[in-house]
């Protein structure tokens, strides 16, 4: 089933906020996953599978490097989810 998440990392206790945010949406984008980033979260767009396992993959791999917190809302409502 197609889905849509609203995520958003947040970095703590670091400096520099971009590196740990741009190395999330880069282990994001190895997937088949479609990316639109905002100011303040991204929107992301695939399968249910890819979406669970990859949000899975990227948090592991940042929180072995950073202290984080990670923030999802999933639907498989939003209307750009919906096969026409």
């Not at 980033?37 to 899975?56: H, K, Q, W, Y």
Request: charged residues 25%; contains cysteine.
């Amino acid at each position: 089933m197609k889905v849509q998440a609203e995520v958003s990392l947040y970095p703590l206790r670091q400096k520099n906020l971009t590196k740990p945010v741009v190395w999330f949406c880069e282990l994001l984008q190895k997937h088949e996953i479609e990316i639109r980033t905002g100011p303040m979260s991204s929107l992301i767009t695939a399968e249910s599978d890819v979406i669970f396992r990859s949000l899975n993959e990227a948090f592991e791999q940042l929180a072995k490097e950073y202290d984080v917190v990670l923030a999802a809302k999933i639907s498989n409502a939003c209307p750009e989810t919906k096969e026409e």
